[in-house]
């Protein structure tokens, strides 16, 4: 307690006895926030100008990558016993294409996909679970002079569902998630319904549009919050039917410079005993994609 002295105009401060002291009681009111979602956005770019006379050659491009990744999950905190989490991701990347006589453009990267992850507590960390993946690309893509098509809307596409048994952990900072689901039973389906292109590379017999798969499948997905503006997000997906396999690897790791401004090394590793023979002869069945951006960035959270 806080008086003036009359006599000296001073402040003197004093402590109340406890039995003095005023009772105050305070009220706080949470409301429960069931859903915790996440949006991250970000439009990169790279451009180049050689002029005509440069001494070593080369061509102006300008290339354009365009990530949007939305994600929503049920609040463990008042939902102990339940697993949800479902994923929207799409990324697009054109660039300029001067050596290309029928078009201005191409496409580089042209990617949706959607996860959903969906259990019930079984033990502290394990669920029983089910997963489902679909991917595919929205627009049409074309090989360089020519007007054959390497892929468009559905073709391909793929849905695969898989029933087993996923391990979930977060430590208790948040700055680490890990799951890793394991499908004993799970079914694969592949379409290709443009009849522009050949459905029998992509495992469908000829004439038909889709085809069915049943086998096993594992998915780990990774989320590490390195420092306060790095990040990395990884996810690995794996199935079989048996008879054959494939692997996707995804690799996003950010450096956020501002709230506006990120830089992004995307790696994308892909495994498929399918896969035609290829002219060169260092790649066989293993395919590899690594993109280098920098750009705008935005992000929303309600973590």
Request: aromatic residues 16%; hydrophobic residues 35%.
């Amino acid at each position: 307690e806080a008086t003036v002295d009359p006599e000296t105009a001073k402040i003197v401060i004093a402590e109340l006895p406890v039995k003095e002291a005023p009772k105050q009681q305070m009220e706080v009111t949470f409301n429960r926030r069931h859903w915790l979602r996440t949006f991250n956005s970000s439009v990169q770019f790279s451009q180049a100008y050689v002029s005509p006379n440069w001494y070593q050659g080369g061509n102006n491009n300008i290339n354009v990558l365009v990530n949007l990744f939305y994600n929503v999950k049920l609040n463990p905190a008042f939902h102990k016993k339940f697993l949800f989490e479902t994923t929207f991701q799409y990324k697009l990347g054109m660039n300029d294409a001067p050596n290309d006589s029928l078009r201005n453009y191409s496409i580089s990267e042209d990617l949706f996909q959607w996860n959903l992850l969906a259990g019930y507590k079984a033990s502290k960390y394990w669920y029983y679970s089910t997963n489902v993946s679909f991917k595919t690309q929205f627009l049409r893509n074309f090989k360089s002079n020519t007007h054959d098509l390497k892929g468009a809307f559905l073709s391909p596409g793929e849905l695969n569902v898989g029933v087993g048994m996923t391990y979930n952990y977060a430590n208790a900072k948040k700055t680490f998630t890990m799951d890793a689901s394991i499908s004993p039973f799970s079914w694969n389906m592949k379409t290709c319904i443009d009849r522009k292109m050949n459905e029998t590379s992509y495992g469908i017999k000829e004439g038909h549009k889709t085809v069915s798969q049943y086998g096993s499948n594992a998915e780990g997905k990774l989320y590490w919050a390195i420092s306060d503006n790095i990040n990395l997000r990884s996810r690995l997906f794996v199935f079989t039917n048996y008879d054959y396999a494939y692997g996707d690897w995804e690799n996003t790791l950010s450096f956020n410079i501002n709230r506006f401004l990120s830089t992004q090394i995307y790696v994308h590793m892909r495994y498929d005993t399918t896969t035609p023979a290829c002219d060169d002869e260092d790649w066989h069945k293993f395919q590899l994609k690594e993109i280098l951006s920098f750009g705008f960035a935005y992000k929303f959270s309600s973590i």
